[in-house]
């Protein structure tokens, strides 16, 4: 089958299904793993993702208003590679191509593929997508032991989990302050924690830094949507106020990769879960790093 992932978690769950050598497409946001980097990119988008948080916010929202997609699809490309099925969602049209435009896009094919939209908001979700992306491409056994070993690795980390029950927030953007809801929540309860500022498969909302501190955090968790570790201390070291600096000195900050580990709705949600239980624990691992203020 040849298939094309039009965001970089369906792309994941693909590849951790072994059915790499079926993809022929792949987004430009899209990672991981290495061995899929080589395939033709099919989406684009006019954000200067290399630009400051706040300033990312201001041009997706201009989009916006203009009626502009923050995503647009390579109808030529799609066109020359003839996938016989494609891989989207609808859950946000900030992080992928709304699946309505998908769908408007294959009728548009002279061969329409079939159209799979994943919509998980939890980790319960995140197996369902896992089972239907399996049963698209003939692996259903391969991601039932898939999720099997997924859960596995959760049982392991409830067996480790501190003896306290910290209560933590996530945040997913700084500027303007967002909380992360969907699976996140299900990550840090995973974890051994209780998120204060979101429930499972609610949206991510936005906060004030005020609000933030009502919430009475024990620490604070900062996993920015699409940014490494790098790039979100770089955002954290620029913010500026009092009432952020108030909150991000009274209690422990932790930065999360967010771009591989809290984004995605694919395998390495349980790789994020471990990494906010090595949070909790005070212990940096590889896409986990303790921030300080620079004073």
Avoid: K
């Avoid at 995140?126 to 692996?139: H, Q, Y």
């Avoid at 004030?208 to 954290?236: H, I, K, M």
């Amino acid at each position: 089958m040849r298939v094309v992932t039009l965001l970089p978690a369906a792309t994941e769950i693909v590849a951790a299904l072994g059915a790499e050598a079926e993809l022929v497409g792949i987004s430009h946001e899209c990672d991981f793993p290495e061995s899929v980097q080589h395939l033709p990119r099919v989406t684009a988008t006019p954000i200067d993702a290399t630009q400051p948080g706040a300033a990312i916010d201001a041009q997706v929202r201009v989009l916006h208003q203009a009626g502009h997609p923050v995503i647009a699809v390579d109808i030529e490309q799609l066109r020359r590679l003839a996938p016989e099925l494609m891989i989207t969602q609808g859950l946000c049209e900030v992080c992928a191509v709304a699946d309505g435009e998908v769908y408007r896009l294959s009728s548009a094919l002279s061969q329409a593929p079939q159209v799979l939209s994943l919509n998980a908001r939890t980790l319960a979700g995140v197996w369902d997508d896992i089972r239907t992306v399996g049963l698209a491409i003939d692996r259903r056994p391969q991601a039932e032991d898939l999720i099997d070993r997924l859960e596995r690795r959760l049982a392991r980390l409830a067996a480790s989990r501190p003896s306290t029950r910290r209560r933590l927030v996530c945040v997913e953007w700084l500027e303007p302050l967002y909380l992360a809801g969907h699976w996140v929540p299900d990550q840090i309860a995973a974890a051994g924690a209780e998120d204060v500022g979101a429930a499972p498969g609610s949206h991510s909302t936005r906060r004030d830094w005020e609000e933030l501190a009502s919430l009475r955090p024990d620490l604070v968790v900062v996993a920015l949507c699409g940014f490494g570790v790098e790039r979100a201390r770089g955002e954290l070291d620029r913010l500026g106020g009092p009432a952020a600096l108030r909150v991000l000195t009274d209690r422990p900050v932790w930065i999360v990769d967010g771009n591989a580990y809290t984004s995605r709705p694919g395998p390495r949600v349980v790789d994020g879960a471990e990494r906010l239980q090595a949070a909790l624990l005070g212990r940096e691992m590889p896409g986990l790093a303790r921030w300080t203020a620079v004073q």
